[in-house]
Structures are given as structure tokens and as C-alpha cells.
């Protein structure tokens, strides 16, 4: 997993930006953004409403915002379509751990487990992608 250190309350309210305009893109509703980076919906209206205020967040929610970012990050390495980078996460999946759930589902389901499995899983598209282009 990334780096642990605690971010200043002006990063961490850059990071909670593009991590709520990823989640946005990924068409993930409210509740579901609350669930995924494990914070209260009064944080979300305020982040939603004023982006570039100072946030203080734990080192899980810290955690949670970087894998958020990482897994676009990946999604944007397997993925030349828009579309697809964005459509992936909601789109139902066939692969056992995800078990015909999208990616976004699991995510939501709030557990740190969940959306660190989530990333394992495509990060490792994006490692196999690059093994054939080797």
C-alpha cells in the first residue's frame, strides 16, 4: 500500500477534490462516495460546495483518497477510451472476487479491505498489460 504519512489539511483537500471528481465521473452516487473514502455526508457537502477549504482527515480516510487516485491512475494505463476509464468501475464484473458486482459496488460496501482488493485487482490488469507490451 502507499505511504502512510499524514497529509497537511491544504493536500488533503486537493487529494478529497480529484478523488470526489474521479468518484463523480465514476457515476457513484452520494452515498456511495461517503461509503468508499469512509467519510460523514455533512463532509461531503462542504467539500462539494467549497474544494479548495482545508480538510482534516484521518489516515484511513487519507488511505482511502489515495486508492481512489491509484486506481484511476491504473484505469487510465489499461484504458485509452474515456469511456472506458470511467464506465469500468460501475460496469458489472465477471471476475470471481467482484462476482457479476461492479467494482464501484464493491468499494461501496465501506470495508478498507474492499476498496484495497479493488485496486490489488486492477492494478494487476495494468501489470499484465505491460508485461505483453514488453
Known amino acids: 500500500m502507499p505511504n502512510q504519512l ?11 477534490k480529484v478523488a470526489l471528481h474521479i468518484l463523480h465521473d465514476w457515476q457513484a452516487t452520494p452515498a456511495q462516495i461517503c461509503s468508499v473514502l469512509r467519510i ?7 467539500a462539494v460546495r467549497a474544494p479548495a477549504s ?4 484521518d489516515k484511513d480516510q487519507q ?3 489515495s486508492l481512489v487516485l491509484n486506481i484511476h491512475a491504473s484505469l487510465r494505463s489499461v ?10 468501475p460501475g460496469a458489472p464484473n465477471k471476475n470471481a472476487f467482484f462476482d457479476g458486482r461492479s467494482p464501484l459496488e464493491v ?4 470495508a478498507m479491505i474492499s476498496l484495497y482488493e479493488t485496486y490489488k485487482r486492477i492494478h494487476q490488469l495494468e501489470l499484465r ?3 505483453q507490451c514488453s
Open 6 to 16: 499524514a497529509l497537511s489539511p491544504n493536500k488533503t483537500a486537493v487529494g478529497l
Open 40 to 46: 460523514s455526508y455533512a463532509t461531503y457537502r462542504r
Open 54 to 57: 482545508p480538510r482534516k482527515l
Open 63 to 65: 488511505q482511502r483518497i
Open 79 to 88: 484504458f485509452d477510451n474515456p469511456a472506458n476509464v470511467y464506465g469500468f
Open 107 to 110: 468499494m461501496a460496501q465501506g
Open 129 to 131: 498489460i505491460e508485461a
